[in-house]
């Protein structure tokens, strides 16, 4: 069954990451690896079955393979999950025996902060392998990403309004954001400091109280957020919101946010596009994270990271163009940018097999 699913999904390597002693039960998915090593997060979720969690790391880590070509790095995708509850399982342990794991690996998969992780659980896979990124500065690494990917999001934007209104001005405009987590909050402080109307709502009642409070947003319900009157839908949250039940309500000219696979299905996308509504493909908004972190392995600079994350404004402006030329949905024209690219490399490299690891050039590894 799972080699059926592999071959389906084009995967290269599952690896199933297992101690007893201190609790760990993991899953890495390399998808891809034409354009360099396998780069993506890790989550900590307490999934209801092992079954769902593999086809949760199958699912995000081919989503990183067509993020990181779309961005334009030489990484190919990959990701990796902890079976777990992040709020009551974490321990230096078991982020430890995980890091070993990824080391065995030999650079064929490089780690990241996810949905569960942050920087502190990222410091204890850091003193197993070198193979990991979101590490805090003063190991040479750039901290939480957070900022980075809301920042790239604003630039996805800017070329969503331009596209669908002829102005980049996001005060003009209302906006629904799903998730106020932190990328999510960070988006928001974004929209506000262009005195955009900003609508939101979480699951996390305190989370949205802060964005009330300190930003003047306006909070809503968690099912009200798909009927308000925003010219803008932005799902920060986790993916599939956007599907039969929810489309059907929307009021928005635009769906632009910063969640992975936002889209139920395809023919949600397609028919998005038959109401006239212009999507920005997720992955293509949302790479500034891993735009970030992807310069940790050659030596972090954030003027570097900021100039090289306002290029998700042209890979956006590039991927309407191709859906406008060829009469496609935008989430197809993404994909189509990402398989050429992936193609035309594929015809120099060979699979990256781990034997010339990456640089990661100005770190130290805690002891």
């Given at each position: 069954m799972i080699f059926e699913t592999i071959a389906r999904t084009g995967h290269e390597e599952v690896v199933f990451c297992h101690n007893q002693d201190v609790g760990l039960k993991a899953i890495i998915a390399v998808h891809n690896t034409v354009l360099g090593p396998a780069l993506g997060g890790l989550r900590m979720w307490p999934y209801k079955s092992e079954q769902e969690a593999v086809n949760d790391v199958l699912r995000l880590s081919r989503g990183m393979t067509y993020k990181n070509a779309v961005a334009g790095l030489n990484l190919g995708g990959g990701k990796a999950v902890i079976i777990g509850d992040p709020g009551k399982d974490k321990s230096e342990a078991l982020f430890r025996a995980f890091g070993r794991f990824v080391n065995s690996l030999n650079g064929r998969y490089i780690t990241a902060e996810d949905v569960g992780i942050d920087v502190n659980d990222m410091e204890w896979v850091f003193r197993e392998t070198q193979f990991v990124t979101g590490v805090h500065q003063v190991h040479g690494g750039s901290g939480d990403p957070s900022p980075f990917t809301a920042y790239g999001t604003l630039q996805g934007l800017l070329a969503s309004l331009n596209a669908k209104f002829g102005s980049e001005e996001v005060g003009r405009h209302a906006y629904a954001v799903q998730g106020v987590g932190h990328v999510g909050l960070e988006f928001v402080k974004l929209l506000r400091e262009h005195d955009a109307k900003v609508f939101v709502t979480d699951i996390n009642r305190e989370a949205v109280q802060r964005c009330v409070d300190e930003f003047g947003c306006e909070a809503v319900g968690i099912d009200e957020i798909y009927d308000v009157d925003a010219d803008v839908f932005s799902p920060c949250a986790l993916g599939g919101t956007i599907n039969e039940q929810t489309l059907e309500r929307l009021k928005c000219k635009v769906i632009c946010g910063a969640a992975n696979n936002q889209l139920a299905t395809d023919a949600i996308g397609d028919e998005v596009q038959r109401r006239g509504i212009l999507y920005a493909p997720d992955y293509a908004?949302?790479?500034?994270?891993?735009?970030?972190?992807?310069?940790?392995?050659?030596?972090?600079?954030?003027?570097?990271?900021?100039?090289?994350?306002?290029?998700?404004?042209?890979?956006?402006?590039?991927?309407?163009?191709?859906?406008?030329?060829?009469?496609?949905?935008?989430?197809?024209a993404a994909d189509r940018m990402a398989e050429e690219r992936i193609a035309t490399i594929g015809k120099l490299r060979l699979p990256h097999m781990g034997n010339h690891a990456p640089r990661f050039e100005g770190r130290m590894r805690g002891q």
């Open positions: 908004v949302n790479a500034g994270g891993v735009m970030n972190i992807s310069l940790e392995i050659d030596g972090y600079n954030r003027e570097r990271a900021m100039r090289m994350m306002r290029t998700i404004y042209h890979n956006l402006t590039r991927i309407f163009q191709i859906a406008g030329q060829e009469g496609i949905p935008t989430y197809l």
